[in-house]
């Protein structure tokens, strides 16, 4: 076991009775590897546990960007705790999910329980954003399944887990680039990618700031990150995805819709198809619409 992997943060979040479903989605986008809910009288609270190979800093950070949207919202504690039996927790809280029409994301543990007819996507549950468990991911993967062709070149920026790169490959992309700007996610990445026996070569995972010094056009071009990065690349994506490329965008809430379709206006960009879950907002845009 190594130093990281003996203990867990956690951070506790408070909210309004029935925004249980919001603290989790909340928790889910920011990493965390399980939870516990408490309803009280008067609020909800949800105990996010996260992996200790960051800094509690880090997991604090990732968490005041996402509730900044919920004014209800708000951390109620923080602290550190001991490595405890999280396997079995871990297999609990990572059932099989069935996605859009296809797909069905895995734990490593569930392998063999694929039901017939579904894509198999097995990622590893860990602090990368894109387990598949979330709103947002679930967003991409759906929307991915009628906008990506056979032999498509496909772009996943801020890939995290590389769950959409691995989808893409199975759905029959010819190649992608996988893109992230904290190198600490690659090992991760390597994993999640020998985990799905994909062809060698199929999927290039490289560190770099969202689409700064990437030249590769594409076909498909897909991100899953939070509001202020995705306005911050929009000027780049016409050039990556040409007069013929789409673009599927996620990790927004739908609070955050009209604020990232004008965004989209300026840069030329025309809405192809929305996408909503729970609170989480997801479309599909390209050139010429």
């Not at 939870?35 to 880090?58: C, F, I, T, W």
């Not at 919202?73 to 990572?94: L, P, S």
């Not at 490289?206 to 498909?220: A, I, P, R, T």
Request: net charge negative; hydrophobic share 40%.
């Amino acid at each position: 076991m190594t130093e990281f992997e003996s203990y867990w943060w956690y951070i506790t979040l408070k909210g309004l009775p029935g925004q249980g479903e919001v603290l989790q989605s909340l928790a889910e986008a920011s990493g965390c590897i399980g939870s516990e809910e408490e309803d009280k009288p008067q609020s909800v609270e949800l105990r996010a546990y996260y992996r200790g190979n960051h800094d509690l800093g880090h997991w604090i950070e990732l968490v005041a960007s996402l509730i900044a949207q919920w004014p209800d919202v708000a951390v109620k504690d923080m602290g550190k705790i001991e490595n405890r039996q999280w396997h079995t927790q871990c297999m609990e809280a990572f059932p099989p999910l069935n996605i859009g029409e296809r797909f069905v994301v895995l734990a490593p543990w569930h392998r063999g329980k694929e039901p017939q007819g579904r894509i198999p996507l097995y990622i590893n549950p860990g602090s990368a954003f894109g387990t598949g468990y979330h709103e947002s991911t679930q967003n991409v993967l759906t929307l991915m399944e009628k906008h990506l062709s056979p032999g498509d070149l496909v772009a996943d920026i801020g890939c995290g887990s590389a769950i959409l790169s691995v989808a893409s490959i199975k759905l029959g992309a010819g190649k992608v680039y996988a893109r992230d700007l904290d190198p600490a996610v690659m090992d991760e990445v390597a994993s999640n990618i020998a985990m799905n026996d994909l062809p060698e070569g199929s999927i290039e995972p490289s560190v770099g700031d969202l689409l700064g010094g990437f030249d590769v056009k594409v076909d498909l071009l897909v991100a899953n990150i939070l509001l202020e990065p995705l306005l911050m690349m929009l000027p780049d994506v016409p050039r990556v995805i040409g007069d013929s490329g789409v673009a599927i965008f996620s990790g927004l809430t739908v609070k955050e819709r009209d604020r990232f379709i004008e965004g989209l206006k300026v840069e030329g960009l025309q809405v192809l198809e929305e996408i909503v879950s729970e609170d989480w907002y997801g479309l599909a845009v390209s050139l010429k619409g």
